[in-house]
């Protein structure tokens, strides 16, 4: 009987491990190009959000725009199949945050779901929560009738 020799084995290992190895920190530094993604779309959603709110005529109006814009800045970004979460808080007229000196504060709260890496393995597919808020005054994006532009 003629015995084989090691010849060659340690490329087959290496290829093996090597294999092994890049897998997962492919999948590491994609994770982090999607959780980026969607650090710069909740951001970019929460600013068009409180600019919406802010130029609405009431509250309602300014609610369903804001909500609308939030959705339209994170498809801009490439965060798609997400709904974005809008809540807005007034000081100090709550009731009614188109009145005088209102300062508007809106959060949006979103998830981006990681990339390949199936529902199959168990449960729902990993995800990564994120959130911003942004404060304006009320009149900040308004227009003054009549007013001239400097510059």
Known sequence: ????????????????????????????????????????????????????????????????RARIAAQVALEDQGVHDVTPEVRVTCTPYPADCHQGTSVITVAVHSRVVLAMMPSALGGNRPSFALDATQTVPIGQFQEVAGAAPTG
């Open 1 to 64: 009987m003629r015995r084989r020799g090691e010849q060659g084995s340690a490329l087959v290992e290496l290829s093996w491990l090597g294999i092994l190895l890049v897998l997962p920190v492919l999948w590491i530094v994609l994770s982090v190009f999607e959780v980026q993604r969607g650090a710069f779309g909740v951001s970019a959603a929460v600013r068009a959000a409180a600019r919406a709110y802010a130029l609405a005529p009431d509250d309602a109006s300014g609610l369903a």
